[in-house]
Antibody
């Protein structure tokens, strides 16, 4: 079945970097854009950016410009999200999610989420 | 930036009742690019409605979406116990993509 499987939880110190991976299966990887969305504890959903798995092109939210990098590996159908210069406010669950092009880009498949904790 | 404002923040209803959730945009945009998601504690969001009114695969017909311009709504015709959750609207027409702040639907 169509699914996105993310890497496991991470604990990082302030100033460090974290890389979260998202492996796609059950569909043709290069045909659907992947978004990253995060959710701080008890808070709402925050859009971080998007990557086109076919071309590798990205668009990042202004809040994360200069700190986030999204990449893809077509040989393993995996996208990665790296966030640098971590601070306590980056503690959140990070989700990758697929944009369904037939539905205009609505986010139809979500990964299980990866908890990233930033603490000294 | 497109701002989506959801109301109410919390809605307290009983199973069997009808729920209407609102999502208002700061600017007019095409209803083709408005979605609703449901999120339960400890779970990833689930797509319910896309294009303002089309149900995603497997979504029961008690869920319906409507609206255009700047005002959109999600209606649950008859609440089931499993429907109590947080609901988010999202626009995917403009950059950055934005979500509403959410409406918590709780059991009265």
């Amino acid at each position: 079945q169509v699914q996105l499987v993310q890497s496991g939880p991470e604990v990082k110190k302030p100033g460090a970097s974290v890389k979260v991976s998202c492996k796609a299966s059950g569909y043709r990887f290069i045909t659907s854009h992947i978004h990253w969305v995060r959710q701080a504890p008890g808070q709402g959903l925050e859009w971080m950016g998007i990557i086109n798995p076919s071309t590798g092109s990205t668009i990042y939210a202004q809040n994360f410009q200069g700190r986030v990098t999204m990449t893809r590996d077509t040989s393993t159908s995996t996208v990665n999200m790296e966030l640098n210069s971590l601070r306590s406010e980056d503690t959140a669950v990070y989700y990758c999610t697929r944009a369904n092009s037939a539905w205009g880009g609505a986010l139809d498949i979500w990964g299980q989420g990866t908890m990233v904790t930033v603490s000294s | 930036e497109f701002v989506l404002t959801q109301s109410p923040g919390t809605l307290s209803l009983s199973p069997g009742e009808r729920a209407t959730l609102s999502c208002r945009a700061s600017q007019i945009f095409s209803s083709t690019y408005l979605a609703w998601y449901q999120q339960k504690p400890g779970q990833a969001p689930r797509l319910l409605i896309y294009g303002a009114s089309s149900r995603a695969t497997g979504i029961p017909d008690r869920f319906s979406g409507s609206g255009s311009g700047t005002d959109f709504s999600l209606t649950i015709s008859r609440l089931e116990p499993e429907d109590f959750a947080v609901y988010y609207c999202q626009q995917y027409n403009n950059w950055p993509r934005t979500f509403g702040q959410g409406t918590k639907l709780e059991i009265k």
